[in-house]
């Protein structure tokens, strides 16, 4: 078959997808069991005028890529009587197994001269008949004709007619609804009508019947668009479509048990799937169970079996534009009882909720929900087992927050077994039993405590006081929380107890006052609840707790950080003694002469850095007289000057001469008097000075490190 207008194509592709993602969920989106379908194909004459593109089986065949791992499917054409059939149902384990199936649906004929709706459903029944049924299996006949029920007027049909005077597709109606449809027993009927002279009313009755859905179309075309929109609810999975381009972006959500990903366009058009890590999914079917591919002239397909959450990227190449592309996914859909208690208490009344979600808490929309059953089978044993069990088949409602609920009264000390389940109901697919869940029952629980008095306790400052629960009547150790209610500044150690049926049950707490707590006496309360096991949250008891938090004293308060600011006062102020004092360079050094005596000169040098020390808080100084430095007295006082330098202040009345240096010839010019400010003046290194009248000369220098 050649490729046909991609908006045609798409229809094909958006039925054959919504309708097998109803009925062929991927594995374990089914508690246990097989899907087993039945492909009934109309193979008249008529189908030329009808389906001339032969729309019927491109969307057969793309059923057959859609349904999941391990199901099984049959083929068989009818018109006056059954005829192409498979002659059983073959089971999806490879692609191969996929290609024999769509070479029985392209070989189904369109020359037949009758159209028999008991020879179609006939087969369909044999076919089904003959199959091993387990427990879980579900079973569907996909219906598919264009036209009235017409049988062979030469057949049993057309005779038995005849002979009751009464009309041949009256009475192929009527053995349809009373005789082929109950042949089918378990089996629901999708039946489809392709052209006007359908029997919509007809169709949808039978269906009706089987529990399915029946539906007419004037229109070959409209067909998959009806079909998405029945069996897109169905499944209640999420079904998107759109135009394709050269990148289409495919989010998968939590909770994806598989995704379906299809391309119709020309056979030039070619598709990549990349996953969110970046890598391709394979198109060789190594392991066609979790990564399977499909290439026909009509649409290229895609399944990946438990996709990861984030953003498949579909890229098209070799006409993108001119193609269509549809995803779905199906949702890994589990029943279980929603908190379910280890421990139960006899005469408690209580109610069981049983969930459908995926793993991550997905529920699906309500809608699909209520087209299912749900019940529960429960009993009083020793001890939980399975034979025990019936299959329970009183339905519960299904509260406002979308679980069903159970409600049941403890009786004796044993345990409840409880066991869920869910069975499909009118236009449901689903099927799923609980493992089976158990909780101990125990006699009523009552929970006594005397006062915790803790007395006086200082600001900042701990205390003790003991809990007796001696008076309590438990029937299995409970683990409570001890929470202090109303006061954020008190604080209560331990915050959990363990209460033993028979061991310790006198407890030490102890009390925190905050340093800033409110002053005074107080009645608290603290409030034991149950934890551990859960379900006793309601036997919470209050318990009284006294205290007289008595104010610290000013030095208790303040004492610390005094002594402390005491301390850092100290050291900083010894600190600035020591450093603090100006002082010489350390490579300082002071020339002095003697010159009392102008034929006798003395001189020498003394390092002023290092001998002129400064004090505690005193800074260095050094006394100079004609014969050196001496501890005092002397004609000059040498004190620091600010950026290294040193001041020089003249004791008594003298005063000071600069001495000039000599010239290249030796000569020196006439001293000059040094200005005084403040009784001192600053020497300069290098140069001479001379106190007048006391015959010392000085100069200081830096000595070069």
């Known amino acids: 078959m050649r490729a046909h207008p991609c908006h045609s194509l798409l229809i094909r592709l958006t039925a054959a997808l919504s309708f097998v993602a109803a009925l062929l969920i991927s594995g374990s989106a089914f508690a246990e069991g097989t899907l087993r379908t ?56 490879s692609p191969e197994d996929r290609q024999k199936l769509k070479a029985a649906i392209r070989a189904v004929g369109k020359n037949g001269a009758w159209t028999d709706f008991t020879a179609g459903l006939g087969e369909a029944a044999r076919l089904l008949s003959g199959a091993k049924k387990e427990a879980g299996d579900q079973s569907f006949v996909v219906f598919l004709t264009d036209g009235r029920c017409d049988p062979d007027p030469k057949g049993a049909l057309g005779e038995a007619a005849r002979a009751a005077k009464t009309g041949s597709e009256a009475l192929c109606k009527q053995r349809v609804l009373e005789s082929s449809i109950p042949a089918l027993k378990d089996s629901r009927v999708y039946a489809v009508g392709l052209s006007r002279s359908a029997p919509k009313e007809f169709l949808e009755e039978a269906a009706r019947l089987s529990g399915g859905v029946g539906i007419a179309t004037e229109k070959a075309e409209e067909l998959p668009r009806i079909f998405a929109e029945v069996y897109a609810r169905l499944l209640g999975s999420t079904l998107v479509e759109g135009p394709s381009s050269e990148l289409v972006s495919i989010a998968v959500d939590e909770g994806a048990l598989s995704l379906d990903v299809v391309v119709v366009g020309p056979p030039t058009l070619r598709a990549q799937l990349i996953r969110p890590d970046g890598r391709e999914v394979s198109t060789a079917n190594a392991k066609p169970e979790l990564e399977y591919y499909s290439d026909t002239p009509q649409y290229r397909f895609y399944k990946v079996a438990m996709p990861p959450v984030g953003n498949f990227q579909l890229k098209l190449s070799g ?34 909720k049983a969930r459908l979600a995926t793993p991550g808490g997905r529920v699906p929309a309500p809608a699909f929900l209520d087209r299912h059953v749900v019940a529960f089978a429960a009993a009083f044993k020793e001890r939980c087992s399975d034979p025990w069990l019936q299959r329970a088949t009183r339905g519960v409602p299904r509260g406002a927050d979308n679980m ?75 683990t409570l929380s001890a929470a202090l209610v109303g006061r954020s500044d008190l604080t209560l150690k331990p915050d959990t107890v363990k209460l033993e049926q028979k061991g310790e049950r006198v407890f ?75 002082r010489f360079r350390r490579n300082m050094m002071l020339h002095y002469e003697d010159r009392r005596d102008p034929d006798l000169p003395r001189e020498a040098t003394y390092p002023l850095g290092v001998k002129a020390t400064p004090g505690f808080y005193r800074g260095a100084k050094l006394f100079v007289a004609a014969t050196g430095p001496v501890k005092k007295g002397g004609v000059v006082e040498l004190t620091p000057a600010p950026g290294g330098g040193v001041f020089a202040r003249i004791l008594g009345s003298q005063k000071a001469l600069e001495l000039p240096r000599p010239d290249a010839m030796g ?34 220098e830096l000595k070069k490190k």
């Open 38 to 93: 039945v492909l009934v194909i109309d193979a008249s004459s008529s189908m030329l005028s009808t389906d001339p593109k032969e729309l019927r089986k491109v969307a057969a065949e793309l059923f057959v890529d859609l349904a999941r791992y391990g199901d099984e499917i049959a083929v068989t054409g009818f018109d006056g009587g059954p005829r192409e059939s498979t002659g059983g149902f073959i089971a999806i384990k």
């Open 319 to 352: 006409g993108a534009k001119a193609g269509r592309y549809a995803a779905l996914q199906n949702l890994d859909l589990r029943l279980s009882l929603h908190e379910m208690p280890d421990v139960l208490e006899i005469g408690s009344k209580v109610t069981f």
């Open 404 to 478: 069903w609920g159970f409600t049941i009264t403890m009786q004796k000390a044993t345990r409840l077994c409880i066991l869920a389940e869910m069975a499909p109901g009118p236009g449901g697919v689903l099927s799923r039993k609980t493992a089976m869940m158990e909780a101990r029952l125990i006699p009523p629980i009552h929970l006594k405590s005397t006062p915790l008095n803790f007395g006086k306790v200082k600001q900042d400052a701990k205390a003790k006081a003991s809990l007796d629960m001696s008076a309590s009547e438990v029937g299995t150790d409970l």
């Open 508 to 582: 030490e707490f102890s009390i925190h006052v905050d340093r800033n707590a409110t002053p005074g006496p107080a009645t608290l309360t603290v409030t034991l609840k149950p934890t551990e096991p859960t379900g006793f949250e309601n036997r919470a008891i209050d318990v009284d707790l006294t205290v007289d938090v008595v104010p610290l004293t000013f030095w208790e308060r303040y004492g610390f950080w005094i002594k402390v600011g005491v301390g850092i006062f100290l050291f900083f102020f010894i600190l600035i003694g020591i450093a603090g004092p100006a």
């Open 667 to 700: 000569m020196a010019g006439e001293p000059r008097d040094v200005p005084i400010v403040k009784g001192r003046f600053r020497m300069s290194a290098g140069t001479r000075y001379e106190v007048a009248g006391s015959g010392l000369v000085m100069r200081v």
